[in-house]
């Protein structure tokens, strides 16, 4: 009986406590924002599952980054590491000044990583479309407010599906 309530007790304690938890950890790193746009995307895209990841990446994006959240969706019928995978991470700005300075300066010629060709493309509040070397890979990149989105797939068709989609949702 103690062990019942103990463990019922956590649950009552982990559920009250998500919003803080997310709060804090919104200003410290890992934040869960994609899931929520999931359970949206999910709706018109049925036949795709999203799979939160955890964010490794080396530093911030930018010195103002405050959160980031990284996934994939992939078809339902197939693995993690599907071909036809479409990753995403979005990264959350101190402001909306601050992303737009940012992708303003991505934009500049000559500012694209070896191997990728950048150009702009319409999409959410500015953003652009990078093709990796022999158009292997595709990144549909944007600002959405104070959210710069990234997602990639090896098919341009799926990384711009899901990226319309996410530029559809409001984040805030």
């Not at 062990?3 to 934040?31: D, E, M, N, Y």
Request: with cysteine; net charge neutral; aromatic share 12%.
């Amino acid at each position: 009986m103690l062990r019942v309530t103990v463990k019922a007790f956590c649950w009552v304690v982990a559920i009250v406590s998500l919003p803080v938890l997310r709060q804090q950890t919104l200003a410290g790193q890992q934040v869960h924002i994609l899931h929520d746009a999931s359970v949206q995307i999910q709706k018109v895209e049925p036949d795709w599952v999203f799979t939160p990841w955890v964010c490794n990446f080396r530093g911030p994006l930018l010195s103002e980054q405050v959160g980031i959240d990284c996934g994939s969706w992939n078809p339902r019928d197939e693995s993690l590491v599907s071909r036809d995978a479409v990753l995403v991470h979005l990264h959350v700005v101190s402001s909306a000044e601050a992303a737009s300075r940012w992708m303003t300066e991505r934009l500049k010629p000559d500012n694209s990583p070896q191997g990728w060709t950048t150009m702009p493309y319409e999409i959410g509040d500015g953003g652009y479309l990078a093709t990796y070397e022999r158009a292997e890979t595709y990144e549909f990149a944007f600002r959405k407010a104070r959210f710069l989105i990234f997602v990639g797939a090896r098919a341009k068709m799926n990384a711009e599906r899901f990226a319309r989609r996410l530029a559809s949702i409001d984040f805030e």
